[in-house]
């Protein structure tokens, strides 16, 4: 599975929408990226995935660079509860790989501030 | 609307003791995956299971077994509990059908050994 590199932390002003990178520059054609978030003291929570095409839900919004090699979640108004881990993963699905394994870095921890 | 369900929060066993960390999810998944957590470390995967009565090691599974004898029920099992397995332990499950193949996570076990 493709490495991930992201920042070690971020701090946004709340009410400011939240921009994590994350760079995956060997990529496979068939590797989804994926974004999760761990708040204190509770299991991580899966956001968004997505394949080469932007992709946006009730938490967030998922823009993916045409050669694939980076992606940025935006988080469009943070508010204080989104303060958190943010761990983006890349992965295949499907054929062999159809169970969906993922491994976590070390993820960004993003402090949302009043 | 709990969906992966962890039998203990928070747990406190000796040295020596066999234990037992339940998870039963009800959304009818395939895959089921035991992690552990520890500061620095992040999430590691421990074992995983795509079928009842089916499992593979993960990344770290010396000192740990698995069972899954229903396809809602995945148990960790600690045959001789020592305090380096004093850990966050998450369970988590994903489909391996078509559309989303994301992980749902369940609120995790916090071990203590002693």
């Known amino acids: 599975d493709a490495k991930t590199t992201q920042p070690t932390s971020m701090d946004c002003a709340e009410g400011r929408a939240a921009n994590l990178p994350c760079n995956h520059s060997?990529?496979?054609?068939?590797?989804?990226v994926y974004w999760y978030r761990q708040i204190h003291s509770q299991g991580p929570q899966y956001i968004i995935h997505g394949l080469k095409n932007n992709e946006t839900n009730e938490m967030a919004s998922l823009i993916i660079t045409e050669d694939r090699k980076s992606s940025t979640l935006i988080l469009p108004h943070a508010t204080l509860r989104d303060t958190a881990v943010y761990y983006c993963?890349?992965?295949?699905?499907?054929?062999?790989?159809?169970?969906?394994?993922?491994?976590f870095g070390q993820g960004t921890t993003l402090q949302v501030k009043p | 609307d709990v969906k992966v369900t962890q039998s203990s929060r928070y747990l406190v066993k000796r040295t020596g003791e066999k234990v037992f960390l339940e998870c039963v999810q009800d959304?009818?998944?395939?895959?089921m995956f035991w992690y552990r957590q520890d500061p620095g470390l992040g999430l590691r995967l421990i074992y995983f299971?795509?079928?009842?009565?089916?499992?593979e090691k993960g990344d770290i599974p010396e000192g740990y077994s698995v069972s899954r004898e229903k396809k809602e029920r995945f148990s960790l099992i600690l045959e001789s509990a020592s305090t380096n397995q004093t850990s966050m332990y998450l369970c988590?499950?994903?489909?391996?059908?078509?559309?989303?193949?994301?992980?749902?996570f369940g609120s995790g076990t916090r071990l203590t050994v002693v």
């Open positions: 299971s795509y079928d009842v009565k089916m499992k």
């Open positions: 988590a499950s994903s489909t391996s059908g078509q559309g989303d193949y994301g992980y749902t």
């Open positions: 959304m009818d998944h395939e895959n």
């Open positions: 060997t990529i496979s054609g068939n590797e989804y």
């Open positions: 993963i890349v992965r295949a699905t499907g054929g062999s790989s159809n169970t969906g394994k993922l491994i």
